[in-house]
C-alpha cells in the first residue's frame, strides 16, 4: 500500500512538474534561469527563432521555439520538437522580463490537447501560482515559500481551497545538502530523503552579466558547466554552447542559437 500511495503521489507532482515546472527539484534546478531563453538585453525585439541541439548520450534531439514580441509585455510563441509541434503559448511579462502569467496549449499524438492557463505572484519571500480554466475560474494553487536566500522551503498544493500534497525542505548551506519531505492529501510523509544543492553555484559571469561557469545546483559532485557565447552587436547572445566537465575533458551538450529580428531592422 504504501508503494501505491509513493507511486501515486509521484504521478501527481509529475503532472504539476510537466505543466507549471514547480517542486522543491526543480525550483532549485531552474534558479540558474539558463533556460529563459526569450530574455534579451534589448527591448526592440520584434520575433526571435531559437533552435536548441542538444546531445544526450543516446539521442540526440532539436528544439525550436518561434517568439513574436506583440509589445512590452506580451510574448507569443511556439515550441517544436524535432519540427513536432508540442505547444503554443503566451506569455505576460513584468518590467524585470519575468513571467507573471501564461497560457499554453500542449499538443499530443493521438490524446486530448491540454490547455494550461496560469497567474504567477512574486515577492522576495512567496510565489503563488494559480492555476484557471478557460473561463478564468480558480482551478488550484501552488504556494512556494522560500527562506532569505529565496531557495524553496514549503510547497503547498491546494484543490478547492483543500491540502493536496505538501512539500518541505530544510537546508544545510555548509554541507550543500537539503532534506526533503513529501506529505500526501492526509498529511501522511510519503518521502524522506536527503538531497543535494549547491546554493553557491554561480563561479563566474562575463561582462554581459551572463553565466560562463557554474556548478550544477543539485550535483553531488559539485559537477561543473561551461558556457561559451557570441554575441551580436545589440550585445544579445546570439550562440551558446553549454558543456559539462567529464573526466578532466568538456563535453558538449547542448548549442542554442538565436536569430533575433529587431523592430529597427
Known amino acids: ?48 527563432i531559437v533552435s536548441e541541439i542538444n546531445f544526450l548520450t543516446n539521442e540526440t534531439y ?26 503554443m503559448f503566451e506569455y505576460v511579462i513584468n518590467k524585470n522580463k519575468k513571467i507573471i502569467a501564461s497560457k499554453v496549449v500542449f499538443y499530443h499524438k493521438s490524446i486530448k490537447n491540454d490547455r494550461l492557463h496560469v497567474k504567477y505572484n512574486i515577492t522576495d519571500s512567496l510565489k503563488t ?43 544545510n548551506y555548509k554541507l550543500n545538502t537539503y532534506n526533503y519531505k513529501v506529505y500526501n492529501y492526509s498529511k501522511e510523509m510519503v518521502l524522506d530523503k536527503l538531497e543535494y544543492y549547491n546554493y553557491n553555484f554561480i563561479l563566474e559571469k562575463n561582462d554581459f552579466g551572463d553565466i560562463v561557469k557554474m556548478i550544477w545546483p543539485l550535483s553531488k559532485n559539485k559537477s561543473i558547466i561551461l558556457f561559451e557565447y557570441k554575441y551580436d552587436k545589440n550585445n544579445n547572445w546570439i550562440k551558446r554552447t553549454k558543456k559539462r566537465i567529464e573526466n578532466n575533458q568538456e563535453i558538449t551538450t547542448s548549442i542554442v542559437k538565436r536569430d533575433i529580428t529587431y523592430k529597427n531592422q
Open 1 to 48: 500500500m504504501r508503494n501505491q500511495k509513493i507511486t501515486l503521489l509521484f504521478f501527481l507532482l509529475n503532472t504539476f512538474l510537466v505543466f507549471s515546472q514547480t517542486s522543491i527539484p526543480s525550483e532549485l534546478m531552474n534558479k540558474p534561469r539558463t533556460e529563459e531563453l526569450y530574455k534579451t538585453n534589448s527591448n526592440n525585439v520584434k520575433n526571435m
Open 62 to 87: 532539436t528544439n525550436k521555439w518561434i517568439y513574436n514580441y506583440t509589445n512590452d509585455s506580451i510574448i507569443n510563441g511556439r515550441l517544436f520538437k524535432d519540427e513536432e509541434l508540442k505547444s
Open 129 to 171: 501560482l494559480t492555476f484557471l480554466d478557460e473561463n478564468l475560474n480558480v482551478v488550484s494553487k501552488m504556494i512556494v515559500e522560500m527562506d532569505s536566500l529565496q531557495s524553496p522551503t514549503r510547497i503547498t498544493s491546494l484543490k478547492n481551497g483543500e491540502i493536496q500534497a505538501v512539500e518541505t525542505a530544510d537546508y
